[in-house]
Every structure is written in C-alpha cells, then in structure tokens.
C-alpha cells in the first residue's frame, strides 16, 4: 500500500496537479476571505474563520475530484490497470493507497491556511479574540470532509476510464452527499422523518464538529461513508476481473 502511495503521491508532484490544486484552493478561500466585500473579514469587523470553514466544502466539492479522476481512469485508459490489479497487493491496498495519495494532496491545501488563522488571531480586539475550539472543530471537519469525497472521487475514477466523466460523477455524488438530503428533507412531505433525513448529509456532521463539539457519532458517520466508498470502489474493480 505504501509503495503506491509513495507512486501516486510522486505522480502528483511531477505533475502540475498538486501546485494548481494549492494554487487555487488558497487563492479562492482568499478572495472570499479579504477581498469579496460580502464576506471579507476586514468588511465583516470580526475576527473568525467563518468565511473559511463555509466556503472550502464548496471549493473541495470540485477541486477533489479534480484530483481523484485520474486514479483510475488514467491506469484504464493507458492500459496498465490489468499490471496493478496482477501485482502482490490487495485490491483493498491498490484502493487505499490511492486514496490516502489524493487525501493527502488535500491536506496540503489546507496547511498554508493556518496562515489566515494567525492573520484572524493577530486582527482580534483583543488580539487572539477568536473561539479556537470552534477553528479546531471545523478544521477536523474539514479534514474529515475531504476524505469522504476522496473516496467518493476514487470510487468514480473507477467507474469509468474517463476522467471528465469520473470528474462529473464526483463532482454529482459529492453535492448530493454534501448538500442534497437538506434539499430533500426541506421537501415538506416528510413530517417527523424530516431530521432523519437530513442527518444523513455530510452538511448536518459538519455544522456539528465545526461547533468544536466532536461528537462520536459525526465522527463514525465520516467514518462508515469513507468505508462504504471503499468498498463499492473495491466490488467495482473485482467485477473488472470477472
């Protein structure tokens, strides 16, 4: 596992993937951040990272499938996915180290945001006048929201030899996940399932932990989504074998 993680890590820093990714990840949060006037912390006249924790769901939305359509549909397209499905290696190894390369490209995007949080810290009146509990919270949010649509995007990726189709099944099934069931639980046919159904959008857990309350139950919601993805991605690649 480690060794394609190794690979694919690699691939992405030769490629022009990792940079563009940072690039636009930071520059988008940015312009939200200090320029757009309508969210701009210094238009805004308090110091948090609401802006931040609001708009990067958004940006991931597309910049992570962005990262995990090639994946698979790359090694499909050019042929080699026969050579990596014969090597000494699980399918579930081939699928994690993958998908642990892309969620780590992900996680490097997000690093130079500490910057804006030192920016934020140093602007408080009082300095340091920002509810760090809630800036940790929505960070591991964050964290965790990556690494489902990461194995979203990788389930995808291997769906289809593709890349911009996998891209546009990513892209789909990560709105869905992240903000369609409020949409069909704001349908009012539901009565008292109403809450049920929400809960099952990622949205609903993250507004949750970005409380800086970590509640278990948010945590094995991300956790069980990440499995599940696996696992479809790992029966689609065995049905490749029959």
């Known amino acids: ?4 993680l190794k690979k694919e890590f690699n691939g992405f820093l030769n490629s022009l993937i990792a940079y563009m990714v940072i690039a636009v990840f930071l520059v988008a949060i940015g312009m939200f951040m200090w320029v757009f006037p309508e969210s701009s912390v210094l238009e805004y006249g308090f110091a948090d990272m609401q802006t931040l924790f609001a708009m990067a769901p958004w940006v991931f939305l597309f910049l992570i499938p962005a990262i995990t359509m090639r994946t698979f549909a790359e090694e499909k397209r050019e042929g080699t996915i026969e050579l990596l499905l014969t090597r ?3 399918d579930l190894q081939l699928i ?3 998908y642990f390369a892309a969620l780590l490209l992900a996680l490097f ?5 500490l910057l804006y949080y030192y920016s934020v810290y140093t602007l408080g009146n009082p300095q340091g006048n920002v509810d760090s509990a809630a800036v940790v919270g929505s960070y591991l949010g964050l964290i965790f929201l990556a690494g489902v649509f990461c194995a979203i995007g990788v ?3 291997a769906v ?5 189709i996998s891209f546009v099944i990513a892209v789909f099934l990560c709105y ?7 949409l069909i639980a704001s349908i009012p046919v539901w009565g008292s399932y109403e809450y049920f159904i ?6 609903y857990h993250y507004a949750a932990i970005s409380k800086g309350l970590v509640d278990s139950r948010d945590v094995l919601y991300f956790l069980s989504v990440i499995a599940i993805m696996v696992l479809a991605t790992k029966l689609v690649l065995r049905s490749r074998k029959w």
């Open 1 to 4: 596992m480690f060794a394609i």
């Open 88 to 90: 000494p290696i699980t």
């Open 96 to 98: 994690l180290g993958k």
């Open 109 to 113: 995007a997000l690093l130079p945001t």
């Open 155 to 157: 389930f995808a990726s």
């Open 160 to 164: 289809s030899d593709n890349q911009i």
């Open 176 to 182: 869905i996940i992240y903000t369609g069931f409020d």
């Open 198 to 203: 929400s809960q099952l959008g990622i949205s």
